[in-house]
């Protein structure tokens, strides 16, 4: 198959391609590793920082509501404890459609059983005159479901911790894996570079030369590309047309040779006709001579 000069470019051009489609490729994929691994914190760990913060604030607005009726020997405002009530189930409802941690859904199942006798037991004391929950049972349960909340929180604070580290070690093993690829696209373009480039520029230097040579009637200069592309055909006719130009120039020298022996042989025939005719003037001169005479001696 001939191998032309425009495919070589095109095959260079493709290649170069592949190499940053490549690096591209492989920088798409690390940073969307880490991406999912940044965002699953976001998603998963530090929404449920946040419902267990919420719900705690909740029972504790909860909490200093009755206190704060008992101190004052007043009745609770049940309109902000069913408030700070419906805004604990709608967090605590967000939170089991975000378990993520091994162990969670069992805490958050039994912050959910908890919740249902504390909501029951605040709306019997707040409910009654004399509410036959003392503020003892109260307390032990507002104390229990803090805890949970707690633990809720502790567990993907950890969690986040942990999966923040993993992100970390992620992103500096995807450093190191993208600086040992990109060094390696880097050598083998450079090399690949190179060689494309001495490839074409030593066959352009040794065109140039060849026809500088042909110029300076050189004729004996020849070129030798190897291979199946336009170089080397050129190659084949520059060295056909120094052959002719060659052969050329041995039958000019020739033919001049010729011509100048032809012109010698035409002067010399030339000159000796030039002789003849003087020799045959002087014949002339010389019977005109001797008739003169002989006519002085006869009178």
């Known amino acids: 198959m001939k191998a032309s000069i425009r495919l070589k470019f095109s095959l260079g051009i493709v290649f170069l391609f592949i190499i940053i489609a490549l690096l591209s490729f492989f920088s798409a ?65 967000l ?17 959910d059983a908890n919740f249902k006798e504390y909501r029951k037991s605040v709306l019997q004391f707040t409910g009654q005159q004399k509410p036959l929950i003392t503020i003892q049972i109260l307390q032990k349960e507002f104390i229990d479901l803090y805890e949970q909340q707690m633990l809720l929180s502790q567990m993907n604070s ?18 190191k894996e ?14 690949f570079t190179y060689s494309f480039a001495s ?43 120094a052959e002719n130009l060659s052969k050329s120039n041995k039958d000019n020298d020739l033919t001049v040779e010729k011509e100048l022996i032809i012109y010698k042989r035409g002067s010399e025939i030339q000159d000796i006709k030039e002789m003849l005719n003087r020799l045959k003037s002087l014949e002339e001169q010389a019977s005109e001579l001797i008739s003169r005479l002989e006519n002085t001696k006869n009178e």
């Open 178 to 191: 993208m600086s040992i690829l990109a060094t390696l696209c880097f050598i083998i373009t450079l090399t």
């Open 199 to 241: 490839y074409f520029n030593t066959r352009f230097f040794q065109l140039y030369n060849g026809i500088k040579e042909i110029v300076a009637s050189n004729f004996g200069q020849r070129l030798h590309f190897n291979g199946t592309d336009e170089f080397h055909e050129i190659s084949l006719v520059f060295n056909k047309m």
């Open 158 to 175: 950890k969690a986040i911790e942990a999966k923040t580290e993993d992100a970390r070690l992620t992103a500096n093993n995807a450093l």
């Open 95 to 111: 939170e089991k459609n975000d378990i993520t941690e091994p162990g969670e859904d069992k805490l958050v199942a039994a912050i």
């Open 29 to 93: 994929y690390f940073v969307n590793k880490l991406s999912n691994k940044t965002a699953a914190i976001l998603k998963e760990n530090h929404l449920s920082v946040i419902y267990a913060r919420d719900m705690s604030e909740n029972l504790t607005n909860i909490n200093m509501e009755i206190t704060r009726g008992l101190l004052s020997d007043q009745m609770p405002d049940t309109m902000l404890i069913k408030k700070e009530i419906s805004f604990f189930e709608k967090s605590l409802t």
